[in-house]
């Protein structure tokens, strides 16, 4: 329990961190211009935005594949030896799905976000 507000304080870190990485590599002030955008350039935006979300998803199936062990150790915990190197690394996987889910969260928002910019920046202008 005294553990539970850093937790949240460090997986709302991950996500911006997550969330700035996005951004820093889809650059919108310099895909987003100039209005309204072409179709190359839409299509190209689209392109990054897939990439991210790609990503996301990468980290997000890694995040739980790492709970597996966790799950062996639950319902079968003379399977996890905790006194070798590898059963060591095996407890500690859980670290790793925080991370690697709290990055992915980021990510997705950030992508989510992002495809709306990008869908007002297509919109043609009203007569």
């Known amino acids: 329990m005294a553990l539970t507000v850093p937790a949240m304080i460090a997986a709302v870190g991950l996500a911006g961190i997550g969330a700035v990485g996005a951004v820093s590599y889809f650059k919108p002030r310099q895909r987003l211009q100039p209005l309204p955008l072409a179709p190359p350039t839409l299509a190209r935006a689209r392109i990054h935005l897939h990439r991210i979300d790609l990503v996301a998803y990468i980290l997000a199936a890694s995040g739980a594949l790492t709970l597996i062990p966790e799950a062996v150790q639950a319902f079968a915990p003379e399977l996890m030896f905790g006194t070798t190197l590898t059963g060591t690394a095996l407890e500690h996987l859980d670290y790793l799905a925080f991370v690697f889910v709290s990055l992915s969260f ?21 007569p």
């Open 106 to 126: 980021g990510m997705g928002l950030t992508r989510r976000l992002l495809l709306i910019q990008l869908e007002k920046a297509s919109l043609l202008p009203c």
